[in-house]
């Protein structure tokens, strides 16, 4: 049973635009989420993180939006830039839950030229 | 450089040859775990440690151990490793309910 979800393998988007990756979520106790992103022969590294106390959260070009009623969370990358190119990892966790992350199956984003 | 260290970075053998990959961390970090990742499923929890001596399973541990005599390493066993095992591995650490660090990971394949 796949608690985290991204439905969406693959994103193509033209450098300079914006960039959504999207997640959904079905354990009602997640209440921390977190964004990874993962290049090739590399570990996934921290890129932002959001609370469920509130519903969005910013970090120069990176945004991430919750909503919780709908279980759905979303990365926006504005401006896209070829160097953000990589999978994007979504993760829930449930606080007293230790730090054991839940994944999703990651999306792989192409910025093109 | 904080980091986290996994050897080796790859790994080919043979099913039921025993190995061990190791995992080190220079972060003081109470906190470490082993993940795996495999096509279509995203990466998955097989065992943590909250300190030393302190382990407990994830989500799929069997026919893997861990231990935790000391708080910078982690190492994962496979005493009878099976094909079903072949994926790509990481570790991490943290401080307690702060972001995972990883590191760079673990091929490892099961003929």
């Known amino acids: 049973d796949q608690q985290v979800k991204q439905n969406s393998p693959s994103l193509s988007v033209q450098e300079g635009r914006i960039s959504i990756l999207n997640c959904d979520y079905t354990?009602?106790?997640?209440?921390?989420f977190l964004w990874y992103k993962k290049y090739p022969a590399e570990g996934p590294t921290f890129l932002i993180s959001i609370s469920s106390i509130k519903d969005k959260n910013e970090d120069g070009r990176f945004t991430v939006f919750l909503n919780k009623s709908a279980k759905h969370l979303s990365l926006h990358i504005v401006p896209s830039q070829p160097g953000d190119s990589a999978v994007y990892f979504c993760a829930a966790r449930v606080t007293g839950g230790g730090n054991k992350l839940t994944f999703g199956t990651g999306t792989q984003l192409k910025v093109e030229l | 450089e904080a980091q986290v260290t996994q050897n080796p970075r790859y790994l080919i053998t043979v099913t039921g040859k025993k190995l061990t990959v190791t995992c080190s961390q220079n972060?003081?970090?109470?906190?470490m775990s082993w993940y795996r990742q495999d096509p279509g499923l995203g990466l998955r929890q097989i065992y943590y440690?909250?300190?030393?001596?302190?382990?407990d399973k994830g989500d799929v541990p069997e026919g893997y151990k861990v231990s935790r005599k000391e708080k910078r390493n982690f190492p994962l066993i496979l005493e009878s490793p099976s094909p079903n095992q072949t994926s790509l591995y990481f570790c991490a650490s943290s401080l307690l309910h702060s972001p995972l660090h990883f590191g760079n990971g673990t091929r490892l394949t099961v003929t």
């Open positions: 440690s909250m300190n030393v001596e302190v382990t």
């Open positions: 354990n009602s106790m997640f209440d921390y």
């Open positions: 972060m003081n970090h109470e906190y």
